[in-house]
């Protein structure tokens, strides 16, 4: 509840009272939002292969008490990661990633799920750090949850190939061939 509360006190007496002015006495106290929100993050597939799409899933809670207004994530998606893009309907349509997102309200006890994905490069290293973070203009009575990072191990991958062909063909049974 966001205003205020009052609370009057009045005290009174048998006895006879020079000044009844000073029995009452009403204190106003202001009443604000809070707002514990909380963001965790995962990365899918893990282990990933190079040249494979990630997908990141970024779920950003409110314990409450109130709603938490002008709720932004904001995610610096690594350089390995081409054309970053996201979703907030659960995949069905996506945009590109601008780097962070106005959530607007997140309700208590109601989490907000956003995906987010992009194409992992061939030159990236063994493991990949991608950390989300959340705020809001609510109080937030514990900041130390407000952000999480994924961390996603990356498999090395080779193409190789051979190829073999014959100088001669069709070749000659016991005769030498020559393979250039």
């Given at each position: ?7 009057t006190?009045t005290?009174?007496?048998?006895t006879?009272?020079p ?12 009443v ?7 963001v965790?993050?995962?990365?899918s ?14 779920t950003?809670s409110n314990a409450?008490p109130?709603?938490?207004q002008?709720?932004?994530i904001v995610d610096a998606?690594p350089?390995?990661?081409s054309?970053p ?6 995949g ?12 607007g ?5 109601v989490p907000?799920?956003?995906l987010?994905r ?7 290293p063994?493991?990949i750090?991608?950390t989300?973070?959340?705020?809001s203009?609510?109080p937030?009575p514990?900041?130390?949850n407000?952000?999480?990072t994924a961390i ?9 190939s051979v190829?073999?062909?014959?100088m001669t063909?069709?070749a000659?049974?016991?005769?030498m061939e020559?393979?250039?």
């Amino acid at each position: 509840v966001v205003g205020r509360t009052i609370n009057t006190a009045t005290v009174t007496t048998d006895t006879p009272d020079p000044n009844p002015d000073d029995n009452t006495v009403t204190i106003e106290t202001p009443v604000g939002q809070l707002a514990d929100i909380s963001v965790t993050k995962t990365g899918s597939p893990d282990p990933i292969l190079p040249g494979e799409t990630i997908t990141y899933t970024v779920t950003v809670s409110n314990a409450g008490p109130s709603t938490s207004q002008s709720t932004v994530i904001v995610d610096a998606v690594p350089g390995v990661i081409s054309s970053p893009e996201y979703s907030i309907d659960g995949g069905l349509t996506w945009n590109p990633w601008p780097g962070s997102d106005d959530l607007g309200s997140a309700l208590p006890g109601v989490p907000v799920t956003v995906l987010l994905r992009g194409q992992l490069s061939s030159s990236a290293p063994g493991t990949i750090e991608n950390t989300v973070t959340v705020t809001s203009t609510t109080p937030d009575p514990d900041p130390g949850n407000n952000s999480d990072t994924a961390i996603t191990t990356v498999t090395p991958a080779a193409d190789i190939s051979v190829v073999k062909t014959a100088m001669t063909s069709p070749a000659i049974a016991g005769a030498m061939e020559t393979f250039p």
